[in-house]
């Protein structure tokens, strides 16, 4: 495991970070929470804008996925490594696709939040809609927030 030190976030740029995120989420997901490997990695990951957050060294250790969807862009994906977790790396990613829907001028943004991360998003200006429903046998609720662009200032 890398040092601890200070976590910068980037998105993917090559073929080696998208590689990282797809393990860190296959460690997370599959081997951590029992989704199967085949409903991990879909056909979303070949259009979607992945970010990561990473160590001094290079090491990926926090990633999420952004998909369009006309006015709306989903979040998901959201996978920290165990060590890093609790340091508020998912909280920086998510205000990360906030920014990323201001400049797509999206009106907002939606996820698919396990009830056990649920706390986390509204923290970060989530609101739930609709009922439990279980995607990959753990418990999910769905969640948006609205993207609200500043607003300009007028000149007298």
Known sequence: MSTPGPISLRWVRDARDLRAALDLRIRVFCDEQGVPRELEVDQHDDVARHA???????????????VADGGTIKVGRVAVERAWRGRG?????LQRAYEYALDQRA?????????????LYRKAGYQEVGEVFDEAGIPHVWMVQAVVPPRRRRRP
Do not use: Y
């Open 52 to 66: 990561v957050a990473v160590t001094p060294d290079g090491t990926v250790v926090a990633t999420m996925r952004l």
């Open 89 to 93: 790396i998912a909280s920086r990613l």
């Open 107 to 119: 009106e907002e943004l939606r996820l698919a939040a396990q009830v056990e991360a649920a706390a």
